[in-house]
């Protein structure tokens, strides 16, 4: 990818010129692009691991090397050394749940590293003495690195040159507070500039690099907090402890069953028992359920990546769907990104001649540092010639202005930043502006206003406002070392500037407010901005909170964050706050950002979501990537969310239920030595009916139904009665049959016919409401089951002998009572739910 040269020629930019304790100018040249082509022919450019996110090894091996799937290999290996490969069928569908889930986590890895490769991070580099912009890794040893405000380090490196270098370290060292780093000391790779600029060597690259670690650790399969994965783990951690000692009491039941141990083994019926105990072991494990739930993650990951949606970890997916709080900055969310000049104020006594300050407007809109705001001011005060800084204070977010004192036409020191900030400043004497705008009027106009109160005016009508002031002593370095202007400050001119609503946001904040998620505008901008763009989008914003005006006292804090919806004049801490406070009255809030100034409220958040185009500390830290900036598709991603939860919700109960049943008859075949009333590849078949085939189709058929806490608690509360009612159903029938002393074949026929159809109406009960796929999925078991049960080759199979009549007529009976049980568990569990 060529670099990009900057306009200013083979001199260094001002901003690398101008700062503190700068190093001399031969030194700020940088490599030679000769230079730095031999450093990457040996090896010394900043490459970084080629992979972007788990290996495919990785996938493979987290889907096959679990506990639970040893178990299914053994007891696989035990069925084709005893010669019953018919009863061994279970191992052909572990296997391609394997298949299914490492295709289908492979599949969303080419997606998302597809996705990651164009979010790739950039350098800004200086070479041939001109900045260059290129990707990380071609960064080679001892370039000169040229870093601003929202920039990441991305090599380790030396500052030579710093002006007030704050840097950003929590995601290598965890220390929250950003520290300031100047000449001599070190960079780490990974860190970010939070604020200032400054002038670095690299001095290690590739593997060498922090940057290198960090990726390989950022970009392992890192698991944000998801309830499903922390309920199921902690589910499947009790089932495997259980499944070892109850397969040793079906053990001792079957081989009595079999005339107890010695005759057993000396007679060889020990090889029923075998099968008999590896069939109900093989029924307590639910096979697939943390497939579906890595496969409900890995496509809905993809579906939205098909809308510009980068989601950085996959169960970051089912994350939104939690959230019920949601900080949006007003720029770039809820506006677009371009601003135009809509107003100039000129003040009426001003102090310098317009030429002058339209030379200092062409400056600061032509620095490389310069805010969006500042940047839109290029067309119309182009770049003036023979204007050079002798110091310069950069734009902090926090203080939200900068200075510099100019040479040339525009001689004297200039303020530029939000008018009540400037005029707070030590020394500022008032000055009143006309309301007539233009751009180099005389001075004339219907009314004169003071500057602050014009730009509060503008600002109540949905404008953002700057303010030029003017000093004619210059900037002495104590002063810059301080951040304070010189006094005599007078207002020279008001600028007004419009944003542009985004089309989609009113419909977008309809959509929370439907949902009954609540929406905090966190800005930088004056409160009287922020509430008329909040109430152009449908939200009650009164006249916003100016947050500078917030107490410091935390309960207090919490308290004033909790009363006001908008606020404006917000800093990054406290940002950073609000989101802490929202999180400690119990909600779960995502973030959204795109200035490196949102960084530290996205990293906090329980879920961030960064705009592709912003800073790359901002994507850094979020989950979630909206690549097209794009704030409409965040009702996709809570869609997808929901999606995910509620079809696992349904799909756990299946196989919990399974679970249930069968560690409920393992005790009872224990305690009354029964021979085990169903064969593996009968397990097998109603497995594939009741829960294999329309779990996996269940799981991904859309699903808007608002989230509630308590997964866990629901699942295992439909499950257990659901696994007792087929529990009592099958002892039952497997006692009389074997009291009435009939073949165990003719009894296990009855019990999986009566298997399959209370599991299929477990199933219908579900996959309430039913619409849509729904119905074609549970309509679509019933006739597969009938086709399976009549086909002779497959009754022969199963090893199916028909019972006899009062014996078939016993077991209707008890599959319509086993069916009517499920039916009122459903309708009371689902009635003492709370509405969603």
């Keep these: 990818m060529p670099a990009s040269q900057s306009d200013r020629g083979a001199q260094a930019p001002r901003s690398l010129r101008a700062v503190t304790h700068a190093a001399p100018a031969d030194a700020l040249r940088g490599l030679t692009s000769q230079e730095a082509a031999e450093r990457s022919a040996q090896g010394l450019a900043n490459s970084q691991p080629t992979g972007t996110s788990r290996t495919l090894w990785a996938i493979v091996r987290s889907n096959a090397l679990t506990f639970f799937n040893g178990v299914v290999l053994a007891a696989f290996s035990i069925f084709l050394v005893l010669g019953r490969w018919q009863d061994a069928l279970f191992g052909l569908t572990a296997l391609a749940n394997g298949v299914i889930g490492v295709s289908q986590e492979y599949r969303a890895k080419r997606t998302l590293d597809r996705l990651r490769i164009v979010n790739a991070p950039m350098a800004r580099v200086l070479r041939d003495g001109r900045e260059a912009e290129l990707p990380a890794e071609e960064v080679v040893l001892d370039d000169l690195l040229t870093l601003r405000a929202g920039d990441q380090v991305t090599a380790d490196a030396e500052i030579l040159a710093a002006r007030e270098a704050t840097v950003d370290e929590s995601l290598l060292t965890g220390e929250s507070e950003p520290v300031v780093r100047g000449p001599g000391e070190r960079l780490l790779s990974g860190s970010t ?133 949601l900080c949006i900055d007003k720029t770039g969310t809820l506006t677009g990104r371009d601003l135009e000049l809509d107003g100039v104020y000129p003040a009426l006594a001003r102090p310098v001649p317009d030429e002058a300050w339209a030379a200092a407007l062409g400056w600061f809109a032509a620095e490389p540092g310069a805010n969006p705001t500042v940047r839109c001011l290029a067309q119309r005060f182009p770049p003036p010639a023979g204007v050079d800084a002798a110091l310069a204070i950069d734009f902090s977010s926090a203080r939200k202005w900068s200075a510099a004192t100019l040479d040339g036409p525009a001689a004297g020191t200039w303020v530029l930043g939000a008018p009540e900030m400037v005029a707070g400043l030590p020394g500022f004497l008032p000055t009143t502006t006309t309301t007539a705008a233009t751009a180099a009027g005389d001075g004339s106009g219907p009314a004169a206003r003071d500057a602050v109160e014009l730009a509060d005016e503008l600002a109540g009508s949905g404008l953002r406002t700057l303010l030029l002031a003017h000093a004619s002593a210059p900037l002495t370095p104590e002063e810059e070392a301080a951040e304070r202007p010189p006094a005599g400050l007078r207002a020279v001119v008001v600028l007004a500037f419009r944003e542009s609503l985004r089309a989609d946001a009113a419909q977008t904040m309809s959509y929370f407010r439907g949902q009954g998620v609540d929406v905090w505008i966190l800005s930088g901008d004056h409160p009287r901005t922020v509430a008329s763009v909040a109430r152009a989008v449908g939200l009650d914003a009164g006249v916003g909170m100016d947050a500078r005006e917030l107490p410091e006292e935390p309960g207090e804090f919490s308290r004033a964050v909790l009363a006001h919806r908008v606020l404006g004049r917000v800093t990054p801490e406290q940002k950073r706050r609000i989101v802490h406070a929202l999180r400690d009255a119990g909600h ?92 593996p590849r009968q397990l097998s078949v109603t497995d594939g009916l009741t829960i294999g085939i329309p779990a996996f189709f269940l799981a991904l058929v859309p699903d808007a139904r608002r989230y509630r806490p308590g997964f866990l608690r629901r699942a295992v509360g439909f499950a257990l009665p659901n696994g007792a009612i087929v529990a009592a159903c099958l002892l039952g029938l497997a006692l009389v049959g074997d009291s009435a002393g009939l073949a165990i074949d003719e009894v296990r026929t009855a019990t999986t016919l009566v298997l399959t159809a209370v599991g299929l109406w477990i199933l219908v009960c579900q996959a309430r409401p039913l619409s849509g796929w729904r119905i074609a999925v549970v309509l679509a078991m019933p006739v597969a089951a009938g086709v399976a049960y009549t086909m002779p080759w497959t009754l022969a199979f199963l090893a199916f002998a028909a019972p006899p009549a009062w014996f078939g007529a016993l077991a209707a009976g008890v599959a319509l009572a086993g069916c009517a049980a499920v039916e009122l568990v459903h309708r009371l569990r689902t009635r003492s739910a709370p509405a969603t």
């Design 588 to 679: 779960t809030v995502a973030m959204t950002g795109d200035g490196v100034n949102d960084a530290l409220a996205v990293k906090d958040a329980d879920l961030g979501i960064a705009m592709g185009s912003g800073s790359a500390a901002t994507k850094a830290v979020a989950r979630i990537v909206l690549l097209d900036d794009s704030f409409a598709h965040v009702p996709s991603v809570v869609a997808q969310g929901r999606q995910v939860i509620a079809n696992i919700e349904r799909v756990a109960v299946l196989f919990l239920a399974k679970t249930a049943y069968s560690m409920t008859i393992s005790i009872m075949l224990g305690i009354l030595a029964v021979q085990t009333p169903f064969l």
């Design 193 to 325: 500039l939070v604020g200032g600029s400054a002038v670095a060597r690299v001095t290690a690259v590739g593997e060498a690099a922090t940057a290198s670690r960090l990726a390989v650790e950022s970009r392992r399969f890192s698991l944000v907090r998801s309830e499903l994965r922390e309920s199921l783990d902690r589910l499947l951690s009790w089932i495997a402890w259980a499944v070892l000692p109850l397969g040793a009491l079906v053990l001792n039941a079957q081989m009595e069953v079999q005339g107890g141990w010695p005759a057993a083994l000396a007679e060889g019926r020990w090889r029923t028992a075998a099968v008999d105990t590896a069939a109900a072991i093989i029924a307590m494990i639910p096979l697939g359920l943390v497939l579906m739930t890595s496969v409900a993650f890995a496509v809905g990951a993809v579906r939205l990546a098909r809308e510009q949606v980068l989601v950085q970890e996959l169960p970051a997916v089912e994350g939104l769907a939690r959230v019920d709080a």
